[in-house]
């Protein structure tokens, strides 16, 4: 099993929302030409979530 660092703090970046133009932070580093949402407009562009279907 590979090693996983729960404890260490994550590293933020600023980024600008592509949708609200407000600023925020995001735990990875920006790509440029994808846009990046704040935790609000993500939710508008999330995808919906499946149901899980136990047989």
Do not use: I, L, S
Not at 15 to 39: I, L, S
Request: glycine letters at 6%.
């Amino acid at each position: 099993m590979g090693y996983r660092n729960y404890d260490r703090p994550r590293t933020m970046h600023k980024a600008t929302c592509a949708d609200c133009g407000n600023e925020c932070e995001v735990p990875f580093k920006p790509t440029e030409g994808r846009p990046v949402y704040c935790r609000e407009c993500y939710q508008k562009h999330r995808p919906p979530r499946r149901e899980f279907r136990r047989y």
